[in-house]
């Protein structure tokens, strides 16, 4: 079992930063990758960004240049620096983490940003 804690949510003006973190805990050891994922009112769950165990790297077209996602691997945890937030960002952010067979999904935190 793998449980994550997703924080760092919040409002935001057009414009402005954020950033989420995601803490990881139980085993670890089997997580392979990890990401988040996003879900905004009447839409469908989509992926944000990812990051794999050997640092790769992907992101969702529509982030790119203005997200970034990292790992502490000391911490367990990973991050979602998010640059250059639009209306179109506010959605529920969830973290994911895949483990073997498995996939765990954080209780996600609210992303609103403000026009």
């Known amino acids: 079992q793998v449980q994550l804690v997703e924080s760092g949510g919040g409002l935001v003006q057009a414009g402005g930063s954020l950033r989420l973190s995601c803490a990881a805990s139980?085993?670890?050891?089997?997580?392979?990758?990890m990401g988040w994922y996003r879900q905004a009112p009447g839409k469908q769950r989509e992926l944000v960004a990812g990051?794999?165990?050997?640092?790769?790297?992907n992101y969702a077209d529509s982030v790119k240049g203005r997200f970034t996602i990292s790992r502490d691997n000391a911490k367990n945890t990973v991050y979602l620096q998010m640059n250059s937030l639009s209306p179109e960002d506010t959605a529920v952010y969830y973290c994911?983490?895949?483990?073997?067979?498995?996939?765990?999904w954080g209780q996600g935190t609210q992303v609103t940003v403000s026009s």
């Open positions: 994911i983490s895949a483990a073997g067979s498995r996939t765990y």
């Open positions: 139980g085993n670890i050891f089997s997580i392979n990758a």
């Open positions: 990051i794999t165990s050997a640092g790769g790297t």
